[in-house]
Nanobody, 121 residues
Framework: QVQLVESGGGSVQPGGSLRLSCAAS????????MGWYRQAPGKQRELVAG???????NYADSVKGRFTISRDNAKNTVYLQMNSLKPEDTAVYYC???????????????WGQGTQVAVSS
Protein backbone atom coordinates (compact mmCIF):
# COMPACT_ATOMS: atom_id res chain seq x y z
CA GLN A 1 0.00 0.00 0.00
CA VAL A 2 1.10 3.52 -0.78
CA GLN A 3 -0.39 6.68 0.68
CA LEU A 4 0.11 10.34 -0.13
CA VAL A 5 -1.11 12.55 2.69
CA GLU A 6 -1.41 16.30 2.15
CA SER A 7 -1.62 19.04 4.72
CA GLY A 8 -1.42 22.81 4.95
CA GLY A 9 -4.45 24.02 3.05
CA GLY A 10 -6.81 26.63 4.39
CA SER A 11 -8.28 30.08 3.90
CA VAL A 12 -6.17 33.18 3.41
CA GLN A 13 -6.59 36.76 2.25
CA PRO A 14 -5.18 37.94 -1.06
CA GLY A 15 -1.47 38.55 -0.74
CA GLY A 16 -1.12 35.95 1.96
CA SER A 17 0.92 32.76 2.08
CA LEU A 18 0.38 29.08 2.64
CA ARG A 19 2.68 26.07 2.66
CA LEU A 20 1.42 22.70 1.50
CA SER A 21 3.10 19.43 2.42
CA CYS A 22 2.66 15.94 1.01
CA ALA A 23 4.24 12.87 2.55
CA ALA A 24 4.41 9.57 0.71
CA SER A 25 4.47 6.42 2.80
CA UNK A 26 4.11 2.69 2.44
CA UNK A 27 5.83 0.05 0.37
CA UNK A 28 7.94 2.45 -1.69
CA UNK A 29 11.15 1.42 -3.40
CA UNK A 30 11.89 4.68 -5.19
CA UNK A 31 10.25 8.00 -6.05
CA UNK A 32 10.83 9.79 -9.32
CA UNK A 33 8.94 13.00 -10.00
CA MET A 34 6.63 14.67 -7.51
CA GLY A 35 4.26 17.49 -8.16
CA TRP A 36 1.27 19.58 -7.28
CA TYR A 37 -1.88 19.93 -9.33
CA ARG A 38 -5.00 21.95 -8.68
CA GLN A 39 -8.60 21.87 -9.73
CA ALA A 40 -10.94 24.80 -9.42
CA PRO A 41 -14.74 24.38 -9.61
CA GLY A 42 -15.84 23.81 -13.19
CA LYS A 43 -12.27 23.57 -14.47
CA GLN A 44 -9.92 20.78 -15.41
CA ARG A 45 -7.12 19.69 -13.15
CA GLU A 46 -3.91 21.50 -14.05
CA LEU A 47 -0.25 21.16 -13.19
CA VAL A 48 0.95 23.80 -10.75
CA ALA A 49 4.54 22.71 -10.18
CA GLY A 50 6.73 19.65 -10.53
CA UNK A 51 10.10 18.54 -9.26
CA UNK A 52 12.30 15.64 -10.33
CA UNK A 53 14.32 13.40 -8.04
CA UNK A 54 17.36 15.48 -9.01
CA UNK A 55 15.69 18.73 -8.03
CA UNK A 56 14.79 20.16 -11.43
CA UNK A 57 11.58 22.16 -11.25
CA ASN A 58 8.90 23.45 -13.56
CA TYR A 59 5.98 25.76 -12.91
CA ALA A 60 2.76 26.85 -14.52
CA ASP A 61 3.14 30.35 -15.94
CA SER A 62 0.40 31.61 -13.61
CA VAL A 63 2.41 30.81 -10.47
CA LYS A 64 5.97 31.54 -11.55
CA GLY A 65 7.68 33.89 -9.13
CA ARG A 66 5.05 33.30 -6.45
CA PHE A 67 5.15 29.55 -5.73
CA THR A 68 8.16 27.40 -4.89
CA ILE A 69 8.23 23.61 -4.96
CA SER A 70 10.79 21.64 -2.97
CA ARG A 71 11.27 18.12 -1.71
CA ASP A 72 12.96 16.19 1.06
CA ASN A 73 13.97 12.85 -0.41
CA ALA A 74 14.85 11.41 2.98
CA LYS A 75 11.30 12.04 4.13
CA ASN A 76 9.57 11.27 0.81
CA THR A 77 7.92 14.65 1.16
CA VAL A 78 7.18 17.42 -1.30
CA TYR A 79 6.31 20.99 -0.35
CA LEU A 80 4.65 23.91 -2.09
CA GLN A 81 5.32 27.36 -0.70
CA MET A 82 2.66 29.70 -2.01
CA ASN A 83 3.20 33.44 -1.65
CA SER A 84 1.29 36.46 -2.93
CA LEU A 85 -1.83 34.36 -3.23
CA LYS A 86 -4.63 35.56 -5.49
CA PRO A 87 -8.34 34.69 -5.56
CA GLU A 88 -7.72 32.78 -8.80
CA ASP A 89 -5.45 30.40 -6.85
CA THR A 90 -8.53 29.08 -5.07
CA ALA A 91 -8.81 25.36 -5.79
CA VAL A 92 -8.36 21.90 -4.40
CA TYR A 93 -4.65 21.10 -4.54
CA TYR A 94 -3.54 17.53 -5.19
CA CYS A 95 -0.17 15.96 -4.64
CA UNK A 96 1.14 13.55 -7.27
CA UNK A 97 4.05 11.15 -7.16
CA UNK A 98 5.49 8.81 -9.74
CA UNK A 99 6.98 5.97 -7.79
CA UNK A 100 8.09 2.36 -7.82
CA UNK A 101 6.46 0.09 -5.28
CA UNK A 102 8.36 -2.71 -3.61
CA UNK A 103 8.01 -5.83 -5.72
CA UNK A 104 6.87 -3.92 -8.81
CA UNK A 105 8.70 -3.33 -12.10
CA UNK A 106 6.47 -0.47 -13.20
CA UNK A 107 6.46 3.20 -12.26
CA UNK A 108 2.95 4.31 -11.36
CA UNK A 109 1.30 7.60 -10.50
CA UNK A 110 -0.27 8.07 -7.09
CA TRP A 111 -2.46 10.89 -5.86
CA GLY A 112 -3.24 12.47 -2.54
CA GLN A 113 -6.78 13.12 -1.36
CA GLY A 114 -6.59 16.85 -2.02
CA THR A 115 -6.48 19.89 0.23
CA GLN A 116 -8.60 23.01 -0.18
CA VAL A 117 -7.01 26.40 -0.66
CA ALA A 118 -9.35 29.40 -0.54
CA VAL A 119 -8.16 32.94 -1.22
CA SER A 120 -10.66 35.71 -0.57
CA SER A 121 -11.08 38.97 1.26
Amino acid sequence: QVQLVESGGGSVQPGGSLRLSCAASGSILSINAMGWYRQAPGKQRELVAGITSGGSTNYADSVKGRFTISRDNAKNTVYLQMNSLKPEDTAVYYCNSRLLKLGSIRWDDYWGQGTQVAVSS
